[in-house]
């Protein structure tokens, strides 16, 4: 997958999306890494081959497991082909455990404490309104999706999070939640789209320690961070040894 | 009502709470009126009595329709006695059109758009956190309430609308939202507490205009506020000529 030829249509935080043709996209994993609304900002040697790598691993997990992903071709480095969709403006996350976000809007509930079943939530995608939490008759009212569609999200999300979890859970990693989005095809099926890495979940290992973004937003360090991330792939058996962290 | 023998026990934005005994509460409505998490402030003379007034009305019709709320006398001016209970910290909004707080989360929606039906939404009650939005997942899994009892708001909440609508469509007046909140009582009954006045519902006369607590959040203006709550009175058929609005 080579990008040096196609038009770039969008660059993001952590992203840049090139046209590859009618139905596909290049999605380019950037080095940098940005955290607290972009008031922490940094740039990572390897974080984009990183994330693209971890996420490739498991949108082919999922794909093998009959979740449709955007997942088409990954170039062993920090790109992806994907499939060309419509994005619905929402994140949707799932959560195993309280944490983030949600201990801000409702501090009655403890860090960590187990959320059984598993609650999956919306926000509206829109960095200005700091992707504000909207409940499901907004999404409805708005027209971003109708009731079956959003059945449909949120029963696939929980079918995400179940394989995601045995997949960490047999990496002896402990999943806390995770943030994904979904996009229409041609024929307005709903497909997860955007990635799935240490950017997007958030995950403990054994002594409590965070192999994820989280590691950023604390300490601001960009060292520690892929220290995690490297540590994460290892415990996935993921390969990091051919990457150049030091450039 | 008498106030002064009795121990105020919490002083709101616009409201005095004293002990009158065991099971009892006297509500005092301030001429105070506050908007935008305090920054506005002002004073209104006559304000207190209209709200308590326009309060005690909605819990009689409420009352009356087999609604359980915490009303149980009112002494023609700022009191009301009312039954202790211990208050869910949960502000609930019922909407009838798009407003207000849900346009800044979901700005897809069109201002005054009809949510048919309407939607029940939980705030958390915290000024220090400005009252954020929560999923109902969130007041079960904190323990704010049970799955059952949240049943019983939302059906108690829309009823409640039912009866509003019909009372504010007799008077010609378009009824928005409104926010109310619930306590339970010594057996746990779940029962309709704080006020029912312009501060805390929309309604639009015929003309589109506002006669609730909106005037003063765009103008900060309390005179424009006091006829808008005087006009108010007068649709909906409460005496307010023994108010004496200027001192």
Same mark, same amino acid.
């Given at each position: 997958?080579?990008?040096?030829?196609?038009? *770039?249509?969008?660059?993001?935080?952590?992203?840049?999306?090139?046209?590859?043709?009618?139905?596909? !996209?290049? #999605?380019?994993?950037?080095? /940098?890494?940005?955290?607290?609304? &972009?008031?922490?900002? $940094?740039?990572?040697?390897?974080?984009?081959?990183? +994330?693209?790598?971890?996420?490739?691993?498991?949108?082919?997990?999922?794909?093998?497991?009959?979740?449709?992903?955007?997942? *088409?071709?990954?170039?062993?480095?920090?790109?992806?082909?994907?499939?060309?969709?419509r994005m619905l403006p929402l994140e949707v996350i799932?959560?195993?455990?309280?944490?983030? $976000?949600?201990?801000?809007?409702?501090?009655?509930?403890? =860090?960590?404490? /187990?959320?059984? =079943? =598993?609650i999956v939530e919306f926000h509206y995608k829109d960095? $200005?309104?700091?992707?504000p939490l909207i409940i499901v008759d907004d999404i409805i009212n708005s027209g971003i999706a109708t009731h079956e569609e959003l059945n449909f999200i949120i029963k696939t999300s @929980?079918?995400? +999070?179940?394989? #995601?979890?045995?997949?960490?859970?047999?990496?002896? *990693?402990?999943?806390?939640?995770?943030?994904?989005e979904f996009g229409r095809?041609?024929?307005n099926k709903l497909?997860?789209?955007?990635?799935? $890495? &240490?950017?997007?979940?958030?995950? !403990?290992?054994? +002594?409590?320690?965070?192999?994820?973004? /989280?590691?950023?937003?604390?300490? &601001?360090? =960009?060292? @520690? !961070?892929?220290?995690?991330?490297?540590? #994460?792939?290892?415990? *996935?058996?993921?390969?990091?040894?051919?990457?150049?962290?030091?450039?």
């Open positions: 997958v080579c990008t040096h030829t196609y038009t *770039l249509i969008y660059e993001g935080k952590s992203k840049r999306v090139y046209v590859k043709n009618r139905d596909e !996209l290049i #999605l380019e994993f950037k080095d /940098e890494v940005t955290a607290r609304d &972009g008031a922490l900002r $940094s740039f990572i040697r390897g974080k984009g081959i990183i +994330n693209a790598r971890v996420s490739a691993y498991f949108f082919s997990v999922l794909n093998k497991k009959g979740i449709d992903t955007h997942f *088409l071709d990954y170039d062993g480095a920090r790109k992806m082909a994907v499939k060309k969709l799932v959560r195993n455990y309280a944490y983030g $976000s949600q201990l801000k809007r409702i501090p009655l509930l403890k =860090p960590l404490q /187990e959320l059984n =079943p =598993p960095d $200005s309104l700091h992707d @929980l079918r995400i +999070n179940d394989i #995601l979890r045995e997949v960490f859970s047999e990496a002896k *990693l402990k999943l806390i939640d995770f943030k994904i095809d041609r024929d497909i997860l789209a955007d990635e799935i $890495s &240490g950017d997007t979940f958030r995950v !403990l290992d054994d +002594n409590g320690k965070h192999l994820d973004k /989280e590691v950023f937003r604390r300490t &601001g360090d =960009p060292k @520690l !961070l892929i220290d995690a991330y490297i540590r #994460l792939c290892e415990k *996935l058996g993921i390969k990091v040894d051919d990457i150049d962290f030091h450039g």
